[in-house]
T-cell receptor, first 111, second 113 residues
Framework: TQLLEQSPQFLSIQEGENLTVYCNSS?????LQWYRQEPGEGPVLLVT?????EVKKLKRLTFQFGDARKDSSLHITAAQTGDTGLYLC???????????FGKGTSLLVTP | DAGVIQSPRHEVTEMGQEVTLRCKPI?????LFWYRQTMMRGLELLIY????????DSGMPEDRFSAKMPNASFSTLKIQPSEPRDSAVYFC???????????FGSGTRLTVV
């Protein structure tokens, strides 16, 4: 099972600040997904990136897939309190049949 | 669609008791997954089904855990006997195809005392 390492583990910022969180692995992935999980709920899919170097934008969130397809980043511009949550990256396992998840970055945005 | 529905939302049981968690996937989704989430280990895949057939149960921690999917609209995860170390949030997720994104339920928070 390939390991997905996410950093930082915890992040606390004020509203309006920018931030970037990372997802790294030694393995090459065919695709990578980002999810956000709010307290008491299950993860919700944000985006899937497939092509090396791909950049996808979702309002104030920008996702990038590394050229070598081993890493990904999530950048949030002008964070809002509603962005608070656990951000998880996930990729298919070596068998190709189920997602492995990183442990996530827990983001707290304060007013 | 109401999404993936899990029950119960919370379960508190005594060590040694049997626990059954339930899941109703999204209609038309061929894949169903059971995950367990803890602070220490994050989200761990326990087992997944394709068209009601178990495909990979290598994540099931021990023989105390079993999962079934008798039809396309229902799955159960059973722990017998339960132990305190089984305390976690258990999630069910479904997907239309293996490379698509997953839709998760709201989870069952299990506490074994």
């Amino acid at each position: 099972t390939q390991l997905l390492e996410q950093s930082p583990q915890f992040l606390s910022i004020q509203e309006g600040e920018n931030l970037t969180v990372y997802c790294n692995s030694s393995s090459v992935f065919s695709s990578l997904q980002w999810y956000r999980q709010e307290p008491g709920e299950g993860p919700v899919l944000l985006v899937t990136v497939v092509t090396g170097g791909e950049v996808k934008k979702l309002k104030r969130l920008t996702f990038q897939f590394g050229d070598a397809r081993k890493d990904s980043s999530l950048h949030i511009t002008a964070a809002q309190t509603g962005d608070t949550g656990l951000y998880l990256c996930a990729a298919l396992s070596n068998s190709g049949y189920a997602l492995n998840f990183g442990k996530g970055t827990s983001l707290l945005v304060t007013p | 669609d109401a999404g993936v529905i899990q029950s119960p939302r919370h379960e508190v049981t005594e060590m040694g008791q049997e626990v059954t968690l339930r899941c109703k996937p999204i209609s038309g989704h061929d894949y169903l997954f059971w995950y367990r989430q803890t602070m220490m280990r994050g989200l761990e895949l326990l087992i997944y089904f394709n068209n009601n057939v178990p495909i990979d149960d290598s994540g099931m921690p021990e023989d105390r855990f079993s999962a079934k999917m008798p039809n396309a609209s229902f799955s159960t995860l059973k722990i017998q006997p339960s132990e305190p170390r089984d305390s976690a949030v258990y999630f069910c997720a479904s997907s239309a195809q293996e490379y698509y994104g997953y839709t998760f339920g709201s989870g069952t928070r299990l506490t074994v005392v």
